[in-house]
């Protein structure tokens, strides 16, 4: 089984719907990661948590929330998608203070009609 | 401007060529530089880690990095189609978050 779980896989929805992107991980690691994958534009960061009381708003977290229901479990939510939110996103993990390695989940594909 | 810049590529190589693959950055404050290593749809995974000026060896890759020029270099020897993947650099700062490249695709032909 994979370290970094990423539920659903794929994903096609409609503007203004309600979306979950669930991350659970077994690498028993504090700090948890959503990113967004876009083509030209890389890995860009949306929401982290250093620890289950602690959420950070990364570089693009407007029409995103996020909740850590464990330490092992990070979700992102889209309120009411909108197809600019189409991408590719990942879940990551990182065991280490400061800039260290991140484990990456396979990613989650969404669509938004 | 952005963070980092990388050249998207696509760059396309005949088996045993020698690659190589670069990066620049604007802000000198960056310590930490990475470079991922992400097969088609699956996750990054870290293929090399520095936090000084100069290379890094391991196997057939290498990692460069030129402070005083603010750019990184990754190079792959003896290149093979498994290398067929798409490299995206990381840089980090005494800050806990990551920037990322843009990523280059590179493709083995055998």
């Known amino acids: 089984d994979a370290d970094v779980t990423q539920t659903p896989r794929n994903r096609i929805t409609k503007t203004g719907k309600r979306i979950m992107l669930e991350c659970s991980q077994t690498?028993?690691?504090?700090?948890m990661y959503w990113y967004r994958q876009d083509p030209g534009l890389g890995l860009q960061l949306i929401y982290y948590s250093f620890d289950v009381k602690d959420i950070n708003k990364g570089e693009i977290s407007d029409g995103y929330s996020v909740s850590r229901q464990a330490q092992a479990k990070f979700s992102l939510s889209l309120e009411s998608a909108i197809p600019n939110q189409t991408a590719l996103y990942f879940c990551a993990t990182s065991g280490t203070v400061g800039p260290g390695e991140l484990f990456f989940g396979e990613g989650s594909r969404l669509t938004v009609l | 401007q952005k963070e980092v810049e990388q050249d998207p590529g696509p760059l396309s190589v005949p088996e045993g060529a020698i690659v190589s693959l670069n990066c620049t950055y604007s802000?000198?404050?960056?310590?930490?530089f990475m470079w991922y290593r992400q097969y088609s749809r699956k996750g990054p995974e870290l293929l090399m880690y520095t936090y000084s000026s100069g290379n890094k060896e391991d196997g057939r890759f290498t990692a460069q990095v030129d402070k005083s020029s603010k750019y990184i270099s990754l190079f792959i020897r003896d290149s093979q189609p498994s290398d067929s993947a798409t490299y995206l650099c990381?840089?980090?700062?005494?800050?806990?978050?990551?920037?990322f490249g843009t990523g280059t695709r590179l493709t083995v032909i055998p």
């Open positions: 990381a840089l980090g700062s005494g800050a806990n978050n990551l920037f």
């Open positions: 690498k028993g690691h504090d700090r």
């Open positions: 802000n000198s404050a960056f310590q930490y």
